[in-house]
Structures are given as structure tokens and as C-alpha cells.
């Protein structure tokens, strides 16, 4: 009976230190990300400087790109991309804050909170010459993520290479759909050849990627709605040993 007590209580230690000991990782793990270089950052409080972020919109008399409040705003009618210029390549991890803005605008309407990256330009058209519009993107190559697409009715993950964008991800109902007025943190990351797309620190997609775009450019992506976007970090990620 004692050898039986005995051996009981060397389980519940050993889970104990087992547990402990993932704490620990896990906690290590944000420090280490806390303390990743910064390679660019911005809070949106100065006016929008168009050398360092680049606008493709839809052309529409009812759509503007500006900052506010240090906030990026995109009120449009129709689709638009703001650019970051400024090619990532490795690895790397982007996390900012967005909110869909849904009240009395005139462009106010729950949907469509997008991104690009890892974006490139096979054509000759080039980075940045583009309408805005969607389907001008198709012959690039890059990742998207359309959260709350179609009317809030769909969140999608696609790669876009050689002409085709299978849909590698899927959702259909909460809580992968928006929510209005609802300050989201937006967290990508690309490491060891693995993207990964969080929202509120919960995983929505991950792909391992047998033909990784190893660089590109990142950005802003939505059409006829009415977003604000904050505290954009870029942080450069070493690689996993």
C-alpha cells in the first residue's frame, strides 16, 4: 500500500514539473518574440507619407486613404490595397490592430477586412501600378486572407502563383466571420518556409508551403467598407534551430 502511495505521488510530480516546464517554453517563446528586431513600425500619426506606403484604389469619388487619430483609415466604395514599400523577405511576423467600422458612413458595411503578402510581380506591369480593383491582381504572385469576405459570409486563405489561387483555408460561421466595431489584432507570420495568420492570438490558417515566396511586399486589402487600422509592427524572426 505505501509502494503504491509512493508511486502515485512520483506521477503527480513528474506531471507537475512536465507542466511547469511548458510554461516556461511558452513564456520564453513571447520574450523571445517581444525582443525580435524591428524592422518597421508606424502609429499613423503623422499624414500618410505616399513614398513609404503606396495606394491602388478603385477609382471612385466616394473613397479616400488618409490618417486620423493615429489611425490608417480606408472609407471606400470600392476595392482598395495600400502598400507597404518595403520588401520582406526570411522570416519575419506583421501584427496590427483593425476594426471594421460599421455605423452611419456612407461606405459603412461589415465585410472584407484583407490582406496581401509575400507579394510580387511576375509581369511587366510592375509593384504598384494596379487599379485596385481585385481581379487585377490575379497574374501575381502572393498569400491572401479574406476575413469576412462575400458580406461576412466566408473567410478564406489563398496563395496566388503561376495564374492560379486554390483556396488553401476555409471558414463559414462564427467566430471565424467579423464582428462590427470590434478592435482585432491581426498577427501573420512566415518562418522556415510556414505561413500562419492569427486573430486574437487563435490560429486561423497555417500552411506549410512546398514552394514558399520567400519575399514580397505586404498590404492592406478591402473593397466598399469603412476600416481603421493601428500600431503596424514588422519584426524580423531568427530561425528555428
Known sequence: MKESKFSLFIILLLLFSCQNSKKEGNEKEVISNQEAEIIFESNFSQPL???????????????????????LIMDTEGGVTVWLDLELEGNYEISYKRKVVLDSGRNDRLSDLNQFWAASDPTQIGMFNRSGKFESYDDMHLYYVGFGGNYNSTTR????????????????????LLEAN????????????????????ILFFEYEDPEPLEKGYFGFRSTWSRHEISDLVVRKLQPTI
Do not use: H
Open 49 to 71: 507619407d505616399l513614398k513609404t506606403w503606396k495606394v491602388e484604389m478603385d477609382s471612385n469619388p466616394q473613397s479616400e486613404v488618409f490618417t486620423e487619430d493615429g489611425k
Open 157 to 176: 486563405f489563398r496563395k496566388y502563383y503561376l495564374g492560379e489561387k486554390p483556396v488553401l483555408g476555409e471558414f463559414l460561421e462564427a467566430p471565424y
Open 182 to 201: 470590434r478592435d482585432y489584432l491581426i498577427k501573420t507570420i512566415c518562418k522556415d518556409g510556414k505561413v500562419s495568420f492569427w486573430v486574437d492570438e
